[in-house]
């Protein structure tokens, strides 16, 4: 028994991003505009759009209590209340162009990366910058965790909501929020972005666009080498764990695959199309 359905044109091509706790809101996008939805009614509740002259959607990501928003290169962050739709804060980010954004699971840290692949967190709760980041290199306390001088791609926090995985189109960097030391700081020109974390947390997998179509795995504590899989799915849209955080699939338009990550090996093949988030 359908329990909700998106309202005409909405229905088709829509992307569930996230619900509210209590079920009542959805979070959905499609063709560049995202929209929280009553599920009682059918009604939107917002609408995020790009803002007036600009061709950029805006950037949004939501989660059980909360929906985070900012335009696209914008200089704000806003927080809403997923159940109610009320603005709850707006952060200001100074000199910041918003391109990223990503919150802690229990949605009370907001991280942007800007145009500048600057990293700068914030305290949901207050709105004040998080500023205990060392920089190792420099010696010294910074307030923006800089990647590399190049092109951010995804921004992640881990299930534990103790890192931060920041992945530029040619290095990858986690960090410990906590110490605000890199424990995982690595160079590829081929990253594609698309990352996953094990529901426990202890682990992430990044999809690399190299020929060999491989996947690295790595063992969030840093300290060894990560795990190389090759999948055979063709143009990779989604990695996920399994819940025991054994095997992972990795699923394209037209095909998925299970890989068992101690082996390496193939598990199971099959055409199918696996769009959702992870």
């Not at 809101?25 to 009553?38: F, I, P, Q, Y």
């Not at 995020?48 to 704000?76: L, Q």
């Not at 020109?189 to 990044?206: C, E, I, Q, W």
């Amino acid at each position: 028994r359908s329990l909700f359905a998106l309202p005409g044109d909405a229905r088709n091509g829509s992307e569930v991003i996230a619900f509210s706790s209590d079920q009542r809101r959805l979070l959905a996008s499609k063709n560049g505009a995202t929209t929280l939805w009553d599920t009682e009614t059918g009604q939107p509740v917002l609408t995020f759009a790009a803002s007036p002259g600009s061709d950029d959607e805006p950037i949004v990501i939501g989660g059980k209590r909360r929906v985070f928003s900012a335009d696209y290169d914008g200089a704000v962050i806003k927080i809403w209340d997923a159940n109610s739709a009320a603005l709850l804060k707006s952060i200001g980010a100074s000199g910041s162009k918003i391109r990223l954004l990503a919150a802690s699971p229990e949605e009370n840290i907001v991280a942007l990366a800007d145009a500048n692949n600057g990293i700068k967190i914030f305290d949901a709760d207050t709105g004040a910058q998080i500023n205990k980041f060392v920089d190792a290199d420099l010696g010294k306390q910074i307030n923006t965790l800089t990647s590399e001088r190049t092109e951010m791609l995804s921004l992640a926090f881990a299930p534990d909501g103790n890192h931060l995985l920041a992945v530029s189109n040619n290095a990858t960097k986690l960090w410990d929020i906590k110490s605000g030391q890199a424990v995982i700081s690595t160079d590829d020109n081929n990253n594609t972005g698309l990352t996953a974390f094990s529901p426990d947390g202890s682990r992430f997998a990044l999809y690399s666009s190299s020929s060999k179509n491989s996947i690295r795995v790595w063992d969030v504590q840093g300290g060894s080498r990560p795990l190389s899989l090759t999948s055979t799915v063709k143009d990779v849209k989604n990695l996920l764990f399994s819940p025991d955080g054994r095997t992972l699939w990795v699923s394209g338009d037209k095909e998925i695959e299970l890989i068992d990550i101690a082996t390496g090996k193939s598990l199971q093949i099959g055409r199918a199309s696996c769009r959702e988030r992870v």
